[in-house]
């Protein structure tokens, strides 16, 4: 009898409400979605990215996606917000330097990989992927979030006195403007190959953090 009411006892810890376990599988369903959707548009671009075609691919209802999403507004929320999450992650798996330029420098790097890493999340983030979504004051918190690591170092840099211009949000738009127009430039296929993208946006990063850290040495 004491085995038994041992056991019991497990169970009864280890037991998963219904409520519980349905919405376990549907955050799982959303993210299986949402991949097939950047898969979609990955490689047949954002127009073939359908509410239609994403349920064929998933082998389910459209009913299903519409529930989950409620539009394809929806879906791209979805893609834009998981694109911010993918793009933090990669910024906090870059090890943290003592000198801050060359810290930037490696952040640089890693937004570069994400680029070209996750086109399909940086397309529409970045890209307009989607003409019809405007971001919402969430999708564009989510992107505040993804940058705090450059946030960060620049604000960093300005207290220390290795940067003079003394307004971190103006520092980092014009860091991220540059860089992303010369992505930009190579994804809309205005720069012929890689190497040639790659160079630009090296030189382009390498002004950048010379003109703000040395501005004033």
Not at 8 to 28: F, G, R, V, W
Not at 64 to 75: A, E, V, W
């Amino acid at each position: 009898m004491h085995n038994s009411s041992k056991n019991l006892s497990i169970d009864t810890h280890t037991t998963t409400t219904y409520p519980k376990a349905k919405l376990q599988h549907n955050e799982i369903l959303k993210l299986s979605i949402i991949e097939v959707a950047a898969s979609i548009m990955q490689e047949y671009g954002p127009e073939a990215v359908t509410i239609r075609r994403v349920a064929e691919k998933m082998e389910c209802s459209t009913k299903i996606i519409y529930n989950l999403f409620g539009n394809k507004d929806g879906l791209a929320k979805q893609l834009f917000l998981e694109g911010c999450k993918l793009l933090a992650d990669a910024f906090q798996a870059v090890p943290e330097q003592t000198k801050l330029d060359l810290f930037l420098w490696d952040i640089g790097q890693a937004y570069w990989k994400f680029s070209q890493n996750y086109t399909s999340y940086y397309m529409v983030m970045f890209g307009g992927a989607f003409s019809e979504f405007k971001p919402t004051e969430e999708s564009l918190q989510a992107t505040i979030t993804a940058l705090q690591q450059v946030i960060t170092i620049i604000t960093k840099a300005i207290n220390q006195g290795f940067i003079t211009e003394q307004d971190p949000v103006l520092v980092v738009n014009l860091v991220w403007a540059s860089l992303h127009g010369s992505i930009h430039l190579y994804l809309g296929g205005h720069i012929p190959n890689e190497e040639a993208a790659k160079a630009l946006y090296d030189r382009t990063l390498s002004n950048l953090i010379h003109t703000f850290f040395h501005s004033n040495s």
